[in-house]
């Protein structure tokens, strides 16, 4: 499976962005997915996921009531729309597939990931 992320981009301050994800083939349907991001110097931290039937989703603290994450399983694709973008949201977005149906929070629980899109958020 290959993962392709897009949407990054260059916004000030209280903007959005709309990340998708898009799988080579559709097995991730049947898993959990999530987005990470790192941030320069920084490990690499889960921002959201989701379970592979969208019924059960978990947001980082510092993004919750701003960050949403879906999916579209038809179209094996995933999203993340982030309002308010604050300067401290700069990163490098991954999104990733989970080895397992429901959503996990480290890392090493995911077995397939996306080469990442930089978002900048200017001040």
């Known amino acids: 499976v290959q993962l392709q992320a897009s949407g990054g981009g260059t916004v000030q301050a209280g903007g959005s962005l709309g990340l998708s994800c898009t799988a080579s083939?559709?097995?991730?349907?049947?898993?959990?997915m999530g987005w990470f991001r790192q941030a320069p110097g920084k490990e690499r931290a889960l921002v959201a996921a989701?379970?592979?039937?969208?019924?059960?989703?978990y947001y980082a603290d510092s993004v919750k009531g701003r960050f949403t994450i879906s999916r579209n399983n038809a179209q094996g694709t995933l999203y993340l729309q982030m309002n308010n973008l604050r300067p401290e949201d700069t990163a490098v977005y991954y999104c990733?597939?989970?080895?397992?149906?429901?959503?996990?929070?480290?890392?090493?629980?995911?077995?397939?990931w996306g080469r990442g899109t930089l978002v900048t958020v200017s001040s």
């Open positions: 990733a597939s989970a080895r397992s149906a429901v959503w996990a929070s480290a890392a090493s629980a995911y077995n397939y």
């Open positions: 083939r559709r097995t991730s349907s049947n898993n959990g």
């Open positions: 989701i379970s592979w039937r969208g019924d059960d989703a």
